[in-house]
């Protein structure tokens, strides 16, 4: 629509609406100050704004001021006439002059204009919310509605306002009484800023704040501190009668308020808490480092208010103190006046005299007081009256002058107050000499006795000037006992554990007891005798005990080195160790300890190892095999082709061999124990044979072929190769038995086929056997058709006259007499690598309480040479239980024509 000019052209001027529909263009501008009234503005400045806050142009409107009738409350309004806007953003920017010629304040803000622009109203919250503002819609994106309410919500945070209604409502107020201040509300952002200081300081510190909030919507706790110490500083104690003292902020902004004292503002900068209700005389101590008031006092005295400097050295003027008190501070004397709370200087000496030192009369005569460093006496001379006189002033009074202690006495009542009852025991220092309150005078003392107090029960120990003391009988209950020194271990009370060493300072102290020694002379286990430390002489600190390394008996042998010393631990202390004693790898600086326990170095011809007891020792020839065959031969993963080797020396064989899941040298045993060879054999012949797999190892001695099993270092016999025939065979103690090579299958007894005539009776006789062989708990089992061949193969079992053409030569078929001896056979495992046969077994089931209830039980038949008829041989015939061992040995009849059931076996002859 098109509309008049203020001039009285015409144009189009276009109406804008928001995107709420209000109008927002063309509008007036119009609006109040709501700064402090004793900031008089000068001019506003408006920006208008894109939706992005950028400028698109600006304009100027001056401050004109109003009195309203109240002479000391001005007002400052500003308005501007109609004018169109592209966007509804402004920028209201509040300019101020400055105590700085030439410069000037200005307090920027951002105003969203709707369709009624005459109540704009510039404020100090507003511009500290400005830079956040301009943050949160430029960085952070958001629109101008959300930004505004989010800057002001989290600038009432930080001053404790709900600032919703920031274009509506005045805050530059403060509100009711609070445990007796006020609270400074609305004034806050100006006490932050130290407005009540300066132009200059309060505009530097807006612009901090202002640009620290816009960052993080919060401010740094460094600026409450500063600002409460700026406040406190303008207090000042204001007296109006003897009935009350008032204690006030006196700044260019107490005109506005700016006066009591806000509790709260205080106790959230210095974190600390004023007690309400309070008594007299309650103090407060501000502890925050970063405060300018650091350490000083609050102090209930009527009202809250800050402890002087001079009260925090001498003590408190309090303003209901009904009595002048006279106190000596560096030189002066002070009086706090009734009803002041104030120390004021005296300068008058005679009201100093008379009011330390009274009349002098007769019965006063002799006494001595200071007022400052004139020394007064009260001296009665002839008729004349007595009178102070000052005749003593320039004397110099030295210990030994008997008016020593009656001048001493003067010059510290003169300045910390006459020695009374409720002062006794008090201790001072005066001028470098201590003293104490004793019997109404101020009596020398010793300085240790001013620095730890009397020794006593509850007193027990102290430390002045670099020593330590305790009482000397303090256990023994008395009042008072002596201070004596003591060493530093013993103040600090560490555990006395024989040999320990410490160190205190430059010196070494060690726990000694010569009634707590052993024979070996290391501390004795479990003996509580009396325990002391002893300072170290010089020659006693030697590097093992600078290095705090105790010589225990858990270190006994052990050696320590430092430069081209060696130092031994024995008998309870460290020796130096003659050179000419040490082994070669101590030598070579190789000291036996912890890290190198169980650690060979070979150094000539000799193996060296580092043992549990600290020592390097000699390793034995057996021990060092090992190591001299690694060493020659090498390392056992980088041999190709491996063999076993005899060593004469160690009288055994070596070999590679696993050893905690490696390979390496180790101790071999060829046929261990009790699968040992025949004595009579050239052991050494058995080396040099082939390893095959890591698993077999073959060797060839005199004419026959040895095939051992590998497990680890136990090497065990399985097979010989006799003339072209392998047997299965094994070494047992000192005989090597023969057997045929074994089947792998299990076959039932009654299946097997060709039996003899004789078979069936012979069969019958050993079930009946068998049966006894399962007695248990009185109950027998039955022999069903149960009964197996193990590892059957077809030369199992033979008859006598295929067994007594079954051993090659050089071996038989043992006697009855042989087979009689004490463990003539191996046959106690179920190891069938072991057992090297063809076993009967039996399983059955036995239910009966205290029986195994699963049970299998092993049956052998051996022939034997010898005969017992034309008809029958000698058999012998094992039974063995897994869990309850051997059942049943018996020599039995065998028909010479039996088959099956009957085994072979072979033994060398001798």
Not at 381 to 404: A, N, Q, V
Request: charged share 25%; hydrophobic share 35%.
């Amino acid at each position: 629509m098109a509309c008049s000019n203020d001039d009285g052209s015409s144009a189009d001027i276009v109406r804008r609406f928001d995107e709420n529909g209000k109008v927002f263009s063309p509008t007036e501008l119009g609006g109040e100050s709501q700064f402090l009234t004793t900031m008089r503005p000068e001019k506003v400045r408006f920006v208008s704004l894109d939706q992005n806050l950028d400028a698109i142009d600006s304009f100027e409107v001056s401050m004109d001021s109003s009195w309203d009738g109240n002479k000391l409350s001005p007002s400052f309004r500003f308005h501007a006439k109609l004018r169109e806007y592209q966007w509804p953003y402004l920028k209201m920017v509040a300019v101020f002059p400055s105590d700085v010629k030439k410069r000037k304040m200005e307090f920027a803000q951002y105003v969203r204009l709707n369709d009624d622009n005459n109540g704009l109203r510039p404020n100090l919250y507003s511009a500290l919310a400005a830079g956040r503002i301009e943050t949160l819609v430029k960085k952070q994106k958001m629109s101008f509605d959300d930004a505004y309410a989010q800057a002001l919500s989290e600038l009432g945070r930080v001053f404790r306002q709900d600032l919703s209604n920031i274009d509506k409502e005045t805050f530059n107020a403060w509100s009711e009484n609070v445990k007796g201040g006020t609270r400074l509300r609305g004034m806050l952002p100006y006490v932050y800023c130290r407005h009540e200081i300066s132009d200059s300081l309060f505009y530097s510190d807006f612009k901090e704040l202002r640009d620290n909030f816009a960052e993080t919507g919060k401010i740094k706790a460094s600026f409450l501190v500063r600002a409460a110490d700026a406040f406190l500083s303008t207090f000042e104690r204001v007296f109006e009668d003897k009935s009350a003292t008032l204690y006030h902020g006196m700044s260019r902004d107490s005109i506005m308020g700016l006066r009591n004292m806000d509790y709260t503002f205080f106790e959230e900068a210095y974190g600390i808490v004023f007690p309400w209700p309070s008594g007299s005389n309650d103090t407060i101590q501000i502890m925050d480092k970063s405060s300018a008031y650091y350490k000083r006092h609050f102090v209930m005295d009527n009202i809250w208010r800050l402890k002087s400097l001079l009260e925090e050295e001498v003590g408190l003027c309090s303003y209901h103190f009904l009595k002048d008190s006279l106190i000596y501070y560096k030189g002066d004397y002070y009086r706090c006046e009734i009803y002041s709370n104030i120390w004021h200087k005296e300068t008058d000496r005679k009201v100093i005299q008379d009011h330390l030192f009274g009349e002098c009369r007769q019965s006063d005569m002799g006494k001595m007081f200071y007022v400052g460093d004139s020394l007064y006496t009260c001296v009665c001379e002839g008729l004349e009256p007595c009178s102070w006189s000052d005749k003593y002033t320039d004397k110099k009074f030295d210990e030994d002058d008997p008016l020593y202690a009656t001048v001493l006495d003067a010059k510290v009542a003169a300045r910390f107050g006459k020695c009374t009852d409720g002062r006794t025991g008090d201790m001072l220092e005066v001028d470098g000499v201590y003293v104490e309150c004793y019997d109404y005078k101020w009596t020398p003392i010793e300085a240790l006795l001013y620095h730890l107090g009397r020794c006593n029960n509850v007193n027990k120990k102290g430390e002045y000037n670099g020593a330590y003391y305790s009482c000397a009988n303090y256990w023994s209950g008395l009042s008072d006992t002596m201070w004596q020194e003591i060493y530093p271990p013993v103040y600090y009370e560490d555990d006395c554990e024989l040999n320990r060493v410490v160190k205190y300072d430059d010196s070494y102290y060690i726990c000694e007891s010569n009634e707590c020694r052993a024979p070996d002379g290391f501390p004795e286990s479990g003996c509580f005798a009396l325990r002391n430390w002893r300072k170290l002489e010089d020659a006693e600190l030697i590097p093992p005990i600078l290095n705090m390394d105790a010589c225990e008996r858990s270190k006994m042998n052990r050696k320590v080195v430092y430069g081209d010393v060696f130092y031994e631990c024995s008998a309870g202390t460290w020796h130096v160790v003659d050179k000419g004693t040490l082994l070669p790898p101590e030598k070579d600086r190789q000291v036996c300890n912890d890290s190198l326990f169980g650690a060979v170095r070979k150094y000539g011809g000799d193996y060296y190892t580092c043992d549990s007891n600290y020592q390097w020792s000699v390793m034995g020839v057996l021990s060092s095999a090992p190591y001299m065959f690694r060493d020659s031969l090498g390392r056992c993963d980088t041999i190709s082709e491996k063999t076993l080797h005899w060593y004469g020396s160690a009288l055994g064989f070596y070999g590679c061999a696993k050893d905690s899941g490696s390979v390496a040298w180790r101790r071999i045993e060829l046929g261990p124990h009790p699968n040992t060879m025949p004595l009579n054999y050239d052991k050494k012949s058995f080396a040099g044979g082939i390893i095959e797999n890591d698993s077999l190892y073959k060797v060839t001695v005199d004419g026959k072929l040895y095939q051992f099993n590998i497990y680890d270092d136990d090497w065990t016999l399985t097979h010989v190769e006799i003339s072209g025939k392998t047997y299965d065979a094994y070494f047992y103690r000192g005989r090597l038995f023969l057997h045929g090579e074994r089947g792998v299958q299990r076959v039932r007894l009654d299946s097997i086929g060709n039996k003899s005539e004789s078979f069936d009776t012979f069969y019958a006789d050993w079930k009946a056997w068998a049966k006894e062989c399962s007695l248990c708990q009185g109950r027998r089992a039955d022999v069903d058709s149960s009964v197996s061949s193990l590892r059957f193969y077809e030369g199992a079992y033979m008859d006598w006259e295929y067994a007594s053409k079954f051993c090659p030569e050089g071996f038989h078929v043992p006697s009855l007499e042989e087979f009689a001896q004490q463990d003539y056979l191996a046959y106690m495992t179920t190891d069938m690598d072991v057992r090297n046969d063809s076993p009967i077994i039996w399983d059955y089931t036995m239910h009966r309480s205290g029986c195994v209830s699963g049970n299998t039980m092993y049956f052998d038949i051996f022939w034997t040479s010898t005969e017992n008829d034309a008809e029958s041989q000698h058999c012998v015939e094992i039974a063995w239980h897994p869990y309850n061992g051997e059942k049943g040995w018996r020599v039995a009849e065998c028909p010479k024509d039996l088959y099956p059931m009957v085994q072979t076996i072979c033994v060398e002859d001798d």
